[in-house]
């Protein structure tokens, strides 16, 4: 299962073309001529996914029912561990005036250089009864893990997104997340004390207060060898979180096909993560998420090459370039194998899966549509 | 929101085109070409919907779980004001033989003018504990609503749906319905007595006995300041149950757009309501619906001079004027905005928007779609 984050677009107004309409994709068109095509929505009909429940949609979850913490997927993109009931926390450096009202919930967007020996400061504060790492993403972004006996995370976020007013307290929505939310309190006040001298980043926000989600194991589920070949933290996270084995590899594609290719013999199904086009698509960059469209296109010889039985080529959502972010627009999706109807139209793109046999089905049925082409699955009812 | 009434159809044996396709439509055309397109399934595949759950699924109503019963929605085709408590019976005026048996369930079909009368008499019926009014509707029908305390409307009906057989006595489902029940069969009673000598339209029969539901309120789900314009009673009234605020209009289109015009700056969702389509494919009038869409078609450019942000066209179900009758065809779908992807084809009839990119989706699904057009909703998960 190939995913290419961010696959679908939208047309730019002059050409009327989507991305990939407008990328020159042989390979990819040369298979959609023999696959099956369609396309998926991610979650409901409207709704923009986030990448948590994009992917957990493909690998089948019901994104509604399987919920992944803003906290524990920040984590995860960092490649933090984590264990069954530790805490994570997404945090934000913010900016307070002197009566501790907020003026920037981001801190004036503090580059990655001058909040590193911030959070550094941040990670010596000291908790009755609960350790905690705090840990640097990127600009004003930090994660918070707090370890301990006896913690939930059933607890409000300190963030009140807006300014004027000051930080929110912290506070458990369940007995049992009482020592969680006062550990939350603690630590934003120690945090507090302890940037109080400077004029800006002297707070934190804490949100996305979340733990492990209790999973049905993958391939298990599924009867799979399952692995992840993955550049991205977040997406090795999320298929180690699903229990899918995570193999190492490097950070562009071709190291992926790489590690794919070394790993093949040992697995019957492989997530493969491609990630450029969704970046190109969040910078607003169409030309970019082309290019890497047409990069994703010229290393499809080589993974077929490889030889699966069945390929899916799905998306976790669609990236249209003119919105510069995620949307709700369906997905394309393409699955090729012996036993595909190769009805497709002659090209890879929003409108040709639009008119494909798969028509529109949601995501989480993917995986089940995958199995039908490899043969997995028995027959329903005498 | 733009609610064309039955529009979607078949095509006609000779042409084998249908009203849309036959239809010169160039402003929605054009429309179309900008829009993204689909097609709704507005209960479940296969089923042909009444006018009410075919517009409380486009409202984001399950019309499987929010049931509007018959006689509530013959009350609100007729402006009859109904308060939570009432009880409306959607009623005939039938003909019994001497010995009470069925001999025509509608009266030979009794014309208005000859029933009005009799409607008028049915009203002076008094019973014990109970208020009643009759209303006439047109020909052998009228409206019943019982108010009093205690009533419940889990009522069975008093239509056997068969001749030779005497009409069936109500009876209570559940003891809260026991005086309704009580009160049903004594206004049938009551009715007998009154028409006894007259040798048509001398019994009544009762059905759809139903009482208000209750329902989210629209506004408030959809955080919209919402209204209705619609020429036709039985539409304003199903606005007026789900929280919409229904301006005063006239009865026709024009007059609709007016009242558009008028409170544009005041809300910001608008359910308008395009009747004479249905009208005419009920009637089985292929040329008279291929007109009424044409008129349509003309006061596009006026109401796209309104300026919608978005612009949904959709039909509570299709009237095929080939079948006389609502039928269980998905019904065409176009939506316009500047987020749209203008996918479509080259025109707005059921075969092109069956190869848009909204695919094929349940009604309750539309105004999901339609606030994420209008940028309303947040993305989901992160």
Request: glycine residues 10%; contains cysteine.
């Amino acid at each position: 299962m190939l995913v290419v984050d961010g696959l679908g677009g939208a047309p730019r107004p002059d050409t009327g073309k989507s991305e990939l309409e407008t990328a020159c994709l042989p390979n990819l068109d040369r298979l959609a001529k023999v696959s099956t095509c369609g396309l998926t929505t991610p979650v409901v009909t409207g709704v923009t996914p986030g990448s948590g429940p994009g992917h957990m949609a493909l690998f089948g979850y019901d994104p509604l029912k399987y919920h992944i913490g803003r906290g524990v997927l920040e984590a995860l993109g960092i490649d933090v561990p984590l264990d069954k009931g530790n805490i994570a926390l997404r945090g934000n450096l913010c900016t307070v005036d002197s009566e501790g009202l907020l003026i920037d919930r981001r801190a004036g967007r503090i580059s990655t250089a001058e909040s590193q020996p911030l959070v550094k400061r941040l990670n010596e504060i000291e908790l009755p009864e609960v350790a905690l790492s705090v840990y640097p993403v990127q600009d004003y972004r930090f994660v918070l893990v707090l370890r301990g006996d006896g913690l939930q995370s059933d607890v409000t976020e300190t963030d009140p997104q807006d300014i004027g007013v000051p930080p929110l307290k912290a506070s458990a929505l369940a007995h049992a997340a009482l020592k969680t939310a006062e550990a939350v309190n603690a630590f934003a006040d120690a945090a507090r004390d302890m940037l109080r001298h400077r004029d800006t980043a002297n707070m934190v926000l804490l949100r996305g207060i979340s733990e492990l989600p209790s999973l049905p194991d993958f391939s298990n589920t599924y009867k799979l060898q399952s692995a992840c070949v993955a550049a991205y933290p977040m997406y090795r996270g999320l298929a180690n979180l699903v229990g899918m084995q995570v193999l190492p590899t490097g950070a562009t594609f071709d190291q992926e096909l790489d590690t794919l290719e070394d790993g093949f013999s040992e697995h019957d199904f492989f997530f493969l993560h491609y990630k450029p086009a969704d970046t190109a698509g969040e910078d607003g960059d169409f030309e970019a998420k082309v290019a890497r469209l047409e990069e994703l296109d010229a290393a499809i010889p080589r993974l077929m090459d490889i030889g699966p039985d069945v390929l899916v080529v799905a998306g976790d959502h669609s990236t249209p370039a003119v919105m510069s972010s995620h949307s709700w627009h369906p997905v394309p999706l393409m699955i090729h194998s012996e036993l595909t109807i190769g009805e497709g139209g002659t090209e890879f793109t929003e409108r040709q899966c639009a008119t494909g046999s798969i028509g529109r089905i949601t995501a989480t049925s993917v995986m089940m549509l995958a199995l039908a082409h490899a043969g997995k699955l028995s027959k329903f009812g005498p």
